[in-house]
């Protein structure tokens, strides 16, 4: 699988800027988008959390439940 052009480029740039290989450059760019993308995960439910615990109607069960609705629908898990 090739990189499109205007991508394979960026990557050019970064990877001659950090002084790195190619491959190297694109494997620290992909576990930077994932741990970027754990960390808007964290943050999401962190933020889900504490509003659900805003509302004093809401009793610790049914959190927990539309906590693990909301990470079904979002995650697929």
């Given at each position: 699988?090739?990189?499109?052009?205007?991508?394979?480029?960026?990557?050019?740039?970064?990877?001659?800027?950090?002084?790195?290989?190619?491959?190297?450059?694109?494997?620290?760019?992909?576990?930077?988008?994932?741990?970027?993308?754990d960390?808007?995960?964290?943050?999401?439910?962190?933020?889900?959390k504490?509003?659900?615990?805003?509302?004093?109607?809401?009793?610790?069960?049914?959190?927990?439940?539309?906590?693990?609705?909301?990470?079904?629908?979002?995650?697929?898990?």
């Amino acid at each position: 699988m090739a990189l499109a052009p205007d991508l394979a480029s960026n990557v050019i740039r970064y990877a001659q800027s950090m002084d790195a290989s190619m491959s190297k450059t694109i494997a620290a760019l992909v576990r930077i988008g994932i741990e970027s993308q754990d960390q808007r995960k964290r943050a999401f439910f962190k933020k889900l959390k504490q509003n659900l615990n805003a509302s004093s109607e809401n009793d610790p069960k049914q959190e927990d439940r539309l906590l693990d609705e909301f990470r079904s629908l979002i995650l697929g898990h």
